[in-house]
């Protein structure tokens, strides 16, 4: 016990909270939380409660880089439909076509005043696309996508789950806690369905992770973010309890569920929102961005 208390120590020492990476990256709170989310900024798990932080080592990392701290903002541009489109070289409607196919997975998004979902995406993901795909981008739509699109409902919701999902996967190796990611995007009665198990279900419950920071108060912006967490297609969901069901098998053969008198509170996602307001606005254009993300692809 001693020793763990060391090492718990140690690297809480050796590593910084959110709020002083983020300065010290020069990243404003929302560019950090990407950069957590898409681990270009990686964190460890140290001190009471296993709450994520950011190491000196990688602080040092980031810093040491030629072209600190355009290059690992560059990174982080995040770009909406209309400029998305600009860049691709491609129409508005055209872009909002690919985007609903799921030819490319947002990244984010957020709900504006009038209740509608406002989506970003990386610029780097766009530019990747644009290299790999340029029969796509001009004429006529192949007749494949073309029918694909017209069958298929509003795909970016589920390109966007499966994107946070495996982020969040990425951020731990505890199989309990990889069964709760898998469970982040079931409603309680799919839950209860993958999860039969009512000590099972809700220690799963406790540890599942958030995967929108509350940015509101209003109940109908909730309502709306509720609408995009959570699986609605009968596949998809079948899919998330497939994964759940083998998740489940690996965490059984690891350690059983704890009686609920000794579990532990829920652990805090590792997207943890940095502490300070912001307005949801885009960082401004790094200069050059364009030939950079040429370059990078």
Known sequence: MAVR??????????????????RELELKPR???????????????SGPGRRRRVSRAEIEHHRSADGFPEGLRSRLWVVGTAEGAELMGISPARFGRLARGGCFAPVRFYVNRYRAVVWHYLAADLVDFADRNPELLTGRT???????????????????????????LAQTDDPWE????????????????????????????????????????????????????LAEDPDEIEWHRHRLTAALAQARAVRP??????????V???????TGTEAVTEPVRPRGLWDWLRRRT
Do not use: K
Not at 5 to 22: D, I, K, L, Y
Not at 142 to 166: K, N
Not at 191 to 215: F, W
């Open 31 to 45: 560019e950090f939380e990407l950069a957590v989310q898409l681990g270009a900024v990686r964190t460890v798990a």
């Open 178 to 229: 990889r069964a709760a990611v898998t469970a982040s995007v079931l409603t309680p009665e799919d839950l209860a369905a993958g999860v039969p198990d009512e000590n099972e279900r809700a220690y799963v419950t406790g540890l599942r992770p958030t995967l929108v920071p509350a940015r509101s108060d209003a109940m109908a912006a909730h309502e709306v973010i509720e609408s995009v967490i």
């Open 142 to 168: 192949p007749s494949l996508l073309r029918t694909a699109l017209e069958e298929r409902e509003d795909r970016r919701g589920r390109s966007w789950r499966a994107r946070r999902i495996d982020q969040l």
């Open 268 to 274: 805090p996602s590792p997207a943890e929102p940095v």
């Open 257 to 266: 569920a704890p009686a609920p008198d000794v579990r532990p509170g829920p």
């Open 5 to 22: 208390q060391c090492e718990m120590r140690s690297a809480t020492e050796e590593s910084v909270a959110f709020g002083r990476a983020a």
